[in-house]
């Protein structure tokens, strides 16, 4: 019964340590330098549900996943200030409501339901001055 518990002991300190070095190799990304950015998208950025968008995000693509609608793109600017920029877009947008809001130190989730649809904008700060985000809006 001692070797089990010593066991399982182990197996959940491993799983805690596994689980900071993740979050360590997240955080690298706030000091780095920022790549040159990725070109902007030309063609219609319509999203289903005349979904809102902060002014300064920058679309790089849109695509269907299903009968999900996936863009990329990206704001410049920190983690904090995109997370602030789309829940504030979706909060003042006729008929949407945030349903969920998380951020930690190198991402960021606003979940939200409106005009028939759902989904989450997912941000990511992978570099100092620029934070990816990816909106997922299917039917609700």
Known sequence: MRKFTLIALLAAVSTVLLAACGEDEDKEGLTKDCPAAPAAMTGSTALPGSFPTPTAFVFTGIKKDGPSTVASGYLNGSLTHAHQSFAKAVKNAPGYDVTKEEQDPADSEVNF???????QVK???????????TITIRPA
């Open 113 to 119: 339901e409106g005009a028939g649809n759902s989904g």
């Open 123 to 133: 941000m990511n700060q992978d570099c100092r001055d620029r934070t990816t985000v």
